[in-house]
């Protein structure tokens, strides 16, 4: 399915990789993306891959696209107490939104409806707006309160992805790992895409 705007929010969860690999396959398949990151998203980003993203709202855009290196105006960047970003509003929510990896702080607080940033509150809209929203969720192990918020969620149409990837394919690098399950993070919101080798029997 045709998604033109997603927005793919980075929360402090281990695993900043999948999200990193995440946007980096949505902009090569031509949408345009919005980058949302946790105050917590960005140490990880920085303990996991060396990834240093400072400077306030230009500099981590800048950094993003020197990353990324998006088509002009692909790409946009929001600080999380940015509440007249577009995503913000319900009048204007993307076509998708993916939380990768997603913190059990994080969802949580979308469960409970909790917006105090930018990225809550866009996923809220996601909800509220009834669109498509799927979150990676990357903890073990998981407790009743995880479960019941997981549980909450995927009732109101959520898609819970998590960040567990398969052998079946024989993955011979962390890559492929990391491409299995990006890959089947882009398959539940019907994201086309040619990561991982699928079961043929």
Not at 51 to 78: I, M, N, T, W
């Amino acid at each position: 399915m045709k998604r033109n705007n997603i927005v793919l929010a980075i929360t402090g969860a281990s695993g900043a990789i999948y999200g990193l690999k995440l946007g980096r396959e949505l902009l090569i398949s031509g949408v345009h993306l919005t980058i949302l990151i946790s105050a917590t998203g960005f140490q990880v980003i920085y303990e996991e891959t060396g990834l240093d993203l400072k400077g306030g709202s230009g500099g981590v855009q800048q950094a993003l696209e020197s990353f990324f290196r998006p088509e002009p105006g692909q790409l946009d960047y929001y600080t999380a107490d940015d509440f007249f970003a577009p995503v913000a509003s319900g009048s204007s929510a993307p076509d998708a939104m993916f939380i990768c990896p997603c913190s059990m702080g994080t969802l949580s607080r979308i469960a409970s409806g909790n917006s105090g940033t930018l990225l809550e509150r866009c996923a809220d809209v996601m909800i509220k707006e009834r669109r498509p929203l799927a979150l990676v969720p990357r903890e073990t192990p998981l407790s009743e309160i995880h479960l019941d918020n997981m549980l909450k969620l995927s009732r109101l149409g959520v898609r819970m992805v998590p960040a567990m990837p398969a052998f079946y394919h024989r993955p011979e690098s962390v890559d492929d790992l990391v491409n299995f399950v990006v890959g089947k993070v882009l398959d539940s919101l019907g994201v086309e895409n040619g990561l991982y080798k699928r079961w043929r029997g």
